[in-house]
């Protein structure tokens, strides 16, 4: 069974930080190159970051680079858990957060390209 399960996620204030995490199983993960989307209230879900097989290979979205730092753990092939350091956060940062991930080494990052997600986690920075 597919599960992507993401946690970590609450209120903070603006400039504070938080870690998200997103457990992934029953696929072999460790082969999946993975992401973070988000949505925020009334706004289309949006890219946030990718990571390739391992830390090596990164990219973010212009409005979080420098802020926000995409990680990942490989503890086996088929238990991936995937990381996402949020530094300095801002109030336009309020959005449900999800986890996702695709088999295809490619350079752009739709969600539709995606196959797998998890259900989100929310995310609310206060002013």
Known sequence: Q???VESGGGLVQAGGSLRLSCAASG???????MAWFRQGPG?????????G?????????DSVKGRFTISRHNAKTTVVTLYLQM??????????????ARATDLRTYESW???YW?????VTVSS
């Not at 696929?27 to 190159?33: G, Q, V």
């Not at 998890?118 to 929310?122: A, E, I, V, Y």
């Open 2 to 4: 597919v599960q992507l």
């Open 27 to 33: 696929r072999t993960f460790s082969t999946y190159h």
């Open 43 to 51: 706004k289309e879900r949006e890219f946030v970051a990718h990571i």
């Open 53 to 61: 097989l391992s830390d090596i290979t990164t990219y973010y979205a």
């Open 87 to 100: 530094n300095s956060l801002k109030p336009e940062d309020t959005a449900v957060y999800y986890c996702a």
């Open 113 to 115: 390209q995606y196959a």
């Open 118 to 122: 998890g259900q989100g986690t929310q």
